[in-house]
T-cell receptor, first 112, second 116 residues
Framework: NAGVTQTPKFQVLKTGQSMTLQCAQD?????MSWYRQDPGMGLRLIHY???????DQGEVPNGYNVSRSTTEDFPLRLLSAAPSQTSVYFC???????????FGDGTRLSIL | AQTVTQSQPEMSVQEAETVTLSCTYD???????LFWYKQPPSRQMILVIR??????QNATENRFSVNFQKAAKSFSLKISDSQLGDAAMYFC?????????????FGKGTKLTVNP
């Protein structure tokens, strides 16, 4: 099992550019989430999904879009990158609410 | 909204000794789930232990155990016989059981140093 796969692992963008962070899981998990991790802040939830076609906002959703057209994929889109979005981004999935989340290896994103 | 507080930004322990990391949380729910995750320098997020709030018994996983005090809303992690490989950031996390509580809420983390 590949688990949760995030691509790319590293990315540098210029302010104003857009991009999509990819996340795929092969465990047939219903729940998927995107987090960002900043120094001293822990992990903060950006958006999450409880199944295909269903998404909702987390704690810090501004500047990001998500969609969930399939169970496997949950891409995160940065609409117009800003330096404040420089961070490490994690995707995670779980089969149900009570089960632990499985995390991808993260994407380090720098915006100049 | 639920919040998770880790009051110790940094802790250190001697190899082979025991250390306890603190975590408190705030919730109005009676049923929920609590987790401890470890993040070594490799950046991976690794599950250490999981506790279901309706279970009285404290969870244990080898050298890792928790002290779950539901009334006090406290969920501390004890690491026994500390090893150099235990050095990492440790995050406490909360997840509710009711609709709208699917989010996993993290504390800000405790950096654990293990001294040889």
């Amino acid at each position: 099992n590949a688990g949760v796969t995030q691509t790319p692992k590293f990315q540098v963008l210029k302010t104003g550019q857009s991009m999509t962070l990819q996340c795929a899981q092969d465990m047939n998990h219903e729940y998927m989430s995107w987090y960002r991790q900043d120094p001293g802040m822990g992990l903060r939830l950006i958006h999450y999904s409880v199944g295909a076609g269903i998404t909702d906002q987390g704690e810090v959703p501004n500047g990001y879009n998500v969609s969930r057209s399939t169970t496997e994929d949950f891409p995160l889109r940065l609409l117009s990158a800003a330096p404040s979005q420089t961070s490490v981004y994690f995707c995670a999935s779980s089969p149900s609410r009570g089960q632990p989340q499985h995390f991808g290896d993260g994407t380090r994103l720098s915006i100049l | 909204a639920q919040t998770v507080t880790q009051s110790q930004p940094e802790m250190s322990v001697q190899e082979a000794e025991t250390v306890t990391l603190s975590c408190t949380y705030d919730t109005s729910e009676s049923d929920y789930y609590l987790f401890w995750y470890k993040q070594p320098p490799s950046r991976q997020m690794i599950l250490v232990i999981r506790q279901e709030a309706y279970k009285q018994q404290n969870a244990t996983e080898n050298r890792f155990s928790v002290n779950f005090q539901k009334a006090a809303k406290s969920f501390s992690l004890k690491i026994s016989d500390s090893q150099l490989g235990d050095a990492a950031m440790y995050f406490c996390a909360y997840r509710g059981s009711q609709g709208g509580s699917e989010k996993l809420v993290f504390g800000k983390g405790t950096k654990l140093t293990v001294n040889p």
